[in-house]
T-cell receptor, first 114, second 113 residues
């Protein structure tokens, strides 16, 4: 089945620093998404990517859909304390007009130190 | 608030008991999903509905699990004869068809003693 490898598993950074995390897949996806989850809450969508090579920003967040369609990256610039949380990548394959369910990575736990 | 609503938020039960979770999706969305999430892992797909039709079920969804969406609006997820391994966060999400932009609820955390 499809598997997503997300790295790093955890990160400790100083406030103000930039951070990068990535996801790789054994299969091709035609949609990549990035979610953030706070403790005790459901995941919240940050960025959706629909085209290979696409680079999309949402405020201080920038994500890219890899050319091979098997990877994606998320960058956070100038981190702030509220960036703390778990970041998940998710991939989806749409074929023949039907969307398969999302496959999630195992998450990157981000801690921002003051 | 017109987001996805789940209840109860927390449920503690004894092994062998039945539990039921409810999900009210965003009203304009016709797709509804159930996911399960254990500590340190990403959400794992259980099942989804388009309107009232249950279109796909994961192998994770054993015979003790049943989900319904009788009128194409809210959905329920029932777990019969709960086991300790059922302890997890059960997440509901909704979306339009053919999009990965799922909107999740806050989840229902189940603890089986």
């Amino acid at each position: 089945g499809q598997q997503l490898n997300q790295s790093p598993q955890s990160m400790f950074i100083q406030e103000g620093e930039d951070v990068s995390m990535n996801c790789t897949s054994s299969s091709i996806f035609n949609t990549w998404l990035w979610y953030k989850q706070d403790p005790g809450e459901g995941p919240v969508l940050l960025i959706a990517l629909y085209k290979a090579g696409e680079l999309t920003s949402n405020g201080r967040l920038t994500a890219q859909f890899g050319i091979t369609r098997k990877d994606s990256f998320l960058n956070i610039s100038a981190s702030i304390p509220s960036d703390v949380g778990i970041y998940f990548c998710a991939g989806q394959l749409i074929s023949s007009g039907s969307a398969r369910q999302l496959t999630f990575g195992s998450g990157t736990q981000l801690t921002v130190l003051p | 608030d017109t987001g996805v609503s789940q209840n109860p938020r927390h449920k503690i039960t004894k092994r062998g008991q039945n539990v039921t979770f409810r999900c009210d999706p965003i009203s304009e969305h016709n797709r509804l999903y159930w996911y399960r999430q254990t500590l340190g892992q990403g959400p794992e797909f259980l099942t989804y509905f388009q309107n009232e039709a249950q279109l796909e079920k994961s192998r994770l969804l054993s015979d003790r699990f049943s989900a319904e969406r009788p009128k194409g609006s809210f959905s329920t997820l029932e777990i019969q004869r709960t086991e300790q391994g059922d302890s997890a966060m059960y997440l509901c999400a909704s979306s339009w068809p053919n999009t990965g932009e799922l909107f999740f609820g806050e989840g229902s955390r189940l603890t089986v003693l």
